[in-house]
């Protein structure tokens, strides 16, 4: 008789899986965690440390792997943009950490472009900063005050609408203001973070949960010695505004162990296995008609991966939104797709497809874009 498959706890609460072809978004659970952090994290969970202990000492780990000046672990990256503001506000003063998010008689308003509006800056708010846009007319040399505490910059988000970070960082620090770069989604490998700090960065934040591979609820942030440590300050196990922001042992190991594995990986061996997978698909769709397939070297954000574009033309066809629903669906053979519409084209994202994931994939897309479907 066959031994029957294990049932894991997803399986006992009767969660599905999902074929992941949009990456490590935070709302399918971000990276998929190799057995040798898992087995970091068990590891930790067997044992009690004194946690500033254990943080401080990950952080001269991170610090000495990605090579800068001091790092820290984060629960996340959102929670670092908290931290981070906290720090540009208080600096290493324990009394003004322990008022936040009271910012009454502090330097409180973080700047940063209205062209970079995206949803994670509103974490920054939580710090009890006051987040202030600079529309395009208005220069960031006559937006800095005596109020301002801190510039925060996002690379990769209309870069082209905006200043070159280095030169805003040379404004920044020419008033004496830091500047906080968020690459949450970037490598952090050693030549990104060299480039981002010798472009001005004070403060640069990683997510753990994305390109490393950790758990996620963990991050990174990193930079300047004295602004680090007023981060620490402000987060858990101290009493500051990050203490709802709890990283575990669990998370710090885990991280640690998955950074020294991403790190070492062959970068360009991994990005040729994900481009197979992702030919599969395009073979598979290349006699449907009314369908243009494209596999980029980049995705349209510039993350230095492959990544592939399929985009319904045809009369008849699903639109791009369409698809992506019927793909969320599971039916009686394979679990639900999640991939994401960018603009009129579907995006299928390759560094979380588990092996034959990109089979599923092509025939269901095959199915869903023919003509009647």
Request: net charge positive.
């Amino acid at each position: 008789m066959k031994p029957s498959r294990r049932r894991s706890i997803l399986d006992q609460l009767g969660v599905e899986r999902v074929v992941n072809a949009c990456g490590p978004v935070t709302a399918l659970g971000g990276a998929v965690l190799d057995r040798r952090v898992a087995g970091a994290m068990a590891d930790a969970s067997r044992t009690n440390v004194r946690m500033e202990e254990l943080l401080a000492a990950a952080g001269r780990r991170i610090a000495g792997l990605l090579g800068a000046e001091a790092a820290m672990v984060t629960s996340g990256s959102a929670c670092g943009l908290v931290l981070a503001a906290a720090a540009c506000m208080t600096g290493q003063d324990r009394r003004k950490a322990h008022r936040l998010p009271n910012t009454q008689g502090m330097k409180n308003e973080v700047l940063m472009f209205a062209a970079q509006d995206i949803v994670y800056a509103r974490n920054i708010p939580h710090s009890g900063a006051k987040l202030i846009q600079i529309p395009q007319r208005r220069s960031l040399r006559r937006a800095i005050g005596a109020k301002t505490a801190a510039f925060v910059y996002f690379p990769g988000v209309n870069e082209d609408r905006c200043p070159s970070l280095s030169d805003c960082a040379r404004i920044c620090h020419r008033r004496g203001v830091a500047a906080i770069i968020d690459a949450a989604a970037k490598p952090p490998l050693r030549a990104n973070v060299r480039r981002f700090m010798r472009d001005g960065a004070d403060l640069l934040l990683y997510s753990g949960g994305k390109a490393i591979g950790g758990p996620q609820p963990s991050g990174i942030l990193c930079g300047r010695p004295d602004l680090v440590a007023a981060a620490v300050l402000n987060g858990c196990p101290h009493e500051g505004i990050g203490r709802p922001m709890k990283v575990g042992r669990e998370e710090v190991a885990g991280l640690v162990r998955a950074l020294e594995l991403f790190l070492a990986r062959d970068h360009r061996a991994e990005k040729r296995k994900w481009r197979s997978k992702l030919e599969v698909i395009r073979r598979a769709l290349r006699n449907v008609s009314g369908v243009t397939v494209k596999l980029t070297p980049r995705s349209h954000c510039g993350d230095p991966l492959p990544c592939l574009y399929v985009r319904p033309t045809g009369e008849g066809v699903p639109s791009a939104g369409e698809i992506c629903r019927r793909l969320g669906r599971p039916d009686d053979r394979d679990p639900a797709i999640v991939v994401s519409a960018v603009g009129d084209e579907i995006l299928v994202w390759p560094s979380l497809l588990q092996t034959g994931d990109e089979r599923i994939i092509a025939r269901r897309l095959k199915a869903t874009l023919s003509p009647g479907a």
